[in-house]
């Protein structure tokens, strides 16, 4: 998957504990994004990252928050989970912003709160 | 073709046979197209990209299809096989602006091909 890793791949939790998801990439992109893929909505945006320590939101933004110290890690914290947030959230780079950037996508991590 | 909702729509086919994936998009400033292919428990690949300036553009086995009169999209695929079977969507993108990535997906085709 593009030299992106993310973990945890599987994770359950309990309404109201803090998690925090990371993604890894190998590809020196920098651009990041983490989405969530929910049945009915597809792919939304929660968060995006342009560079070290640059950040903004996405469509999806409440109630998550994002790290991004280093060029290859991108952080997404659930602050206090809730089971609406229970979903399959994966992380995406780009090379660039240009008019025909490709996104390419980790493999996922399935995240349950229960 | 692709629509919002809990049921995807699916298409069956046999092996060898030429599928065709359709998706109707709904802004006419989108510029730039994807598709992806999604297989179960893995992250969405890139498949092909077409930009709005062209109407038709091939890859290996497969070819993207632009009408932007009509605002839709199709995926061909060709001899299809068993290991394409997955679950295809679309993305577009508008243009001006940054963009950051910011792609709107549509639901997603299930193709399913038996052998």
């Known amino acids: 998957d593009a030299g992106i890793t993310q973990s945890p791949r599987h994770k359950v939790t309990e309404t109201g504990t803090p998690v925090t998801l990371r993604c890894h990439q190998t590809e020196n992109h920098r651009y990041m994004y983490w989405y969530r893929q929910d049945p009915g909505h597809g792919l939304r945006l929660i968060h995006y990252?342009?560079?070290?320590?640059?950040?903004d939101k996405g469509e999806v933004s409440d109630g998550y928050s994002v790290s991004r110290s280093k060029t290859e890690d991108f952080l997404l914290t659930l602050e206090s989970a809730t089971s609406s947030q229970t979903s399959v959230y994966f992380c995406?780079?780009?090379?660039?912003?240009?008019?025909?950037?490709?996104?390419?996508f980790g493999s996922g991590t399935q995240l349950s709160v229960l | 073709g692709e629509s919002v909702g809990l049921h995807l729509p699916t298409l069956s086919v046999q092996e060898g046979d030429n599928s065709i994936i359709n998706c109707a998009y709904s802004n006419s400033a989108s510029d730039y197209f994807i598709w992806y292919k999604q297989e179960s428990g893995k992250g969405p690949q890139f498949i092909i990209d077409?930009?709005?300036?062209?109407d038709k553009r091939q890859g290996q086995r497969v070819t993207v299809l632009l009408n932007k009169t009509v605002k839709h999209l199709s995926l061909q695929i060709a001899a299809t096989q068993p290991g394409d079977s997955a679950v295809y969507f679309c993305a577009e993108k508008s243009a001006g602006g940054t963009s950051y990535g910011k792609l709107t997906f549509g639901q997603g085709t299930i193709l399913t091909v038996h052998p």
């Open positions: 077409i930009r709005s300036n062209m």
């Open positions: 990252s342009y560079g070290v320590k640059d950040t």
């Open positions: 995406a780079i780009s090379e660039s912003t240009g008019v025909d950037e490709k996104l390419f």
